[in-house]
Every structure is written in C-alpha cells, then in structure tokens.
C-alpha cells in the first residue's frame, strides 16, 4: 500500500442559500485546511453539515431535509460546491424545494438520480460530538457508522442497506396481517436473504480491509491508539466460513422456521440488523467500552484517520475530512500529533473550534474563517 495518497478533491467554493441558520452565504475555501472558529452556536456545525449532504444520505446531523430549510424561509434550501481543476471545475449541487419531501441533486447544471452520483467527484468522512458515546452506545449506533465507513468507499451500499430495510418492513407487515400466506412470504423472505447477506459481506470487507490497513500503519508511538475491529454476528460468522450462496439458503430456512417468534417479537430477531462491531484498544487487549473517555476518543479519531486512507486507496479520491469540535477535546500533544497526522493525510479538512487558539499551530497555508449568526468571513478579509 503505497504511502502517498491521491490528490485531494478540493472544495473551493461553498454555496447556500435558506440552509439552517443562512439566508445566504457564498465562501471562498480553497486551501488544504479550512478552520472554522465561532461562538457555539453560530453556525459552524451547519457549514460542515451543508459539505455532509454531498453523500447518500441525510448528512452528518442525519436530520429530515424540512429541517434543514431557514426558519421564516421559502420552506427550501440550495447548497452548492464548486471543485478544484481536479475535476475541471465541477459543480455539485443538492437541495429541497419547496413543500417537496425528497431532495434534488444536480452536476453542473444537470439532474442525476440520486446523490449516489456525486461519488466520482467527492469521498467525504466527519467526526462529530455525536460519535462521542459510539463504544458506550446502542450496537445501532455502531453499525451505523460501520454503514457510513462503507458507504464512503462503496456508494451502493446505502441502496443496498434500504432495500434491505423496506424488505423486512414488507415481511413484518405480511407477518402481522397475512400470516398463513406462505407463498408470499416465501417470496419477500427471498429478497430479505440475498439482500442480507450481501449488506454483511460488504461490511465485512470493509472491516478486513480497515483493520489490514490499521495493522501495516502501526505505531506504537502514536498517541492514536490502533484498534483491533470485528463484525460480531450469525451471518457474518457464516459468510467466514461458508460460500455466501450457502449462507443465503441458510438465512432464508431461518427466517421461515423463525415467523412465529419473529410475528410475536414484531421484528426479525435475525439478520445483519442484529449484528454489532466490536472495537478494542489493540495494545491494552482492551473493549473500548473500558477504556478511559481521553483513549476512547483517541481510538475514535485513529479509526476515522485510518478509513480516509482507506478511502482514498480504494477510490482513488482522497476524501475532503470534516472535524466537528475535535481539537478542543485533546491534549497539547495529541493536538499537535492531529495536525501532523491531517498534514500527511493530504486531504482537503475542514475543521471547527470556538478558540481561535486551538488552531494556532496550523500550517500557514491554512485559511481560518469567522464565523457569526449567519455569516462566515476570512479573518483577513
């Protein structure tokens, strides 16, 4: 694996107007490191979100589109971004009109289906806050963000993960009104397995290759503890030791002798639903759960620093990295060490902090940005 990754899309222009707290913003942010420094509150959060929404999904705060529209708006929004020469200055774009539910996505002008589409031009991964709690949490939570680590690097898979979805919907709700209709049930049983099994491999590749890649980049120096990770489930089980068309035959004659607790429960109590990802600090042989917040989130920030490596190894695109109130929660030397770390990386970062101090050490091609209650300026400007 080779230690330079590729050239960094570059956002150079970021766009919106009616998003969150913003009638309208249009700034400049060509340079490798963006620091965004405000009060809480004004609005820092939501420049890294509107960045987010360049990716399936609902972005990093995974709110309904309605709430991103600016209260006392026109009940829509616009955000666009401009790229670098990289791309010959390609523009992306995603919105919400008005009364509409489902956003809209544009290159250059043009519709595309979906937003899908944007991943030939931008990778994105962020840490936020909210990831804070991942080891302490709900496995839900984790595998949402094992989903959001595929995602980056296979763009299928969140098309893959809702099919998924909707089908167990569709068998819960046979289950409940139609429970002898075995014919029908068969044939949404079916689609749940193939569909099952492939959301496990893909997110089983994605954890041997995190941890392969973890495990050539070890340094026992660093103050970013490496990880040993693992995806703990029946099928996941399965598919390590098993063809994966054996394991959809045996998923599927489990959901059939499974329909009376499964229809009693209200849910299928199997599946890569019930599935979790086991995180342990590697040099202690330690849970993560156990280990203290500071190493915990040490651990957090060496997995996410690792999956944009990844990324930009597999798609060939190293992805822009979006850093929500990092800096603040570390030490003097971890601080340093993650501006070292982000210097090697060679992505695009987008960073926020309420000190101007916390971003003192950063190289002085970085462009730090004020940002108040519905602006952002440079702080030369």
Not at 4 to 33: E, K, Q
Not at 187 to 193: F, L, P, Q, T, W
Not at 268 to 275: I, M, V
Request: hydrophobic share 45%.
């Amino acid at each position: 694996m080779s230690d330079a990754l590729p050239a960094p899309r570059r956002v150079t222009r970021l766009s919106f107007a009616d998003f969150r707290s913003y009638a309208a913003l249009d700034l400049d942010t060509d340079a490798r490191i963006v620091a965004l420094v405000g009060e809480n509150g004004a609005g820092k959060t939501n420049l890294l979100e509107a960045l987010s929404l360049f990716t399936p999904g609902r972005g990093l705060r995974r709110a309904p589109f309605a709430d991103m529209a600016r209260k006392g708006g026109s009940g829509g929004f616009a955000v666009s971004v401009t790229l670098d020469r990289a791309t010959g200055g390609a523009r992306l774009g995603t919105g919400l009109e008005p009364s509409a539910t489902g956003r809209k996505c544009r290159i250059d002008g043009a519709p595309v289906p979906s937003p899908a589409a944007f991943a030939e031009y931008l990778r994105i991964v962020w840490l936020t806050p909210a990831l804070d709690g991942l080891f302490l949490g709900p496995a839900g939570d984790r595998r949402r963000f094992l989903d959001r680590l595929v995602l980056a690097i296979d763009a299928a898979h969140g098309t893959r993960t809702s099919a998924y979805e909707r089908a167990l919907s569709s068998r819960n709700r046979i289950l409940d009104e139609a429970p002898t209709n075995a014919r029908w049930l068969d044939s949404i049983e079916h689609e749940v397995a193939e569909l099952g099994v492939a959301v496990a491999a893909a997110r089983l590749e994605t954890v041997a290759r995190l941890q392969a890649l973890i495990d050539a980049g070890h340094d026992s120096a660093s103050p970013f503890p490496s990880a040993r990770i693992a995806l703990a489930g029946t099928l996941e089980d399965e598919l390590g030791a098993l063809p994966a068309v054996e394991v959809e035959d045996r998923f599927r004659r489990g959901l059939r002798e499974g329909r009376a607790r499964d229809r009693a429960a209200g849910r299928a109590l199997a599946g890569p639903q019930t599935s979790d990802l086991a995180i342990r600090h590697a040099a202690k042989d330690m849970a993560a759960a156990l280990c203290s917040t500071g190493e915990q989130k040490a651990l957090l920030i060496g997995l996410v620093l690792a999956h944009a490596r990844l990324v930009a190894d597999m798609s060939g695109i190293a992805p822009l990295v979006l850093l929500d109130e990092v800096a603040a929660h570390l030490d003097p030397r971890r601080r340093a060490a993650l501006f070292a770390a982000l210097e090697r990386l060679g992505s695009q970062i987008f960073m926020t902090g309420a000190d101007p101090a916390l971003f003192a050490d950063l190289p002085a091609s970085a462009v730090t940005c004020l940002v108040t209650p519905g602006q952002a300026i440079h702080f030369n400007a």
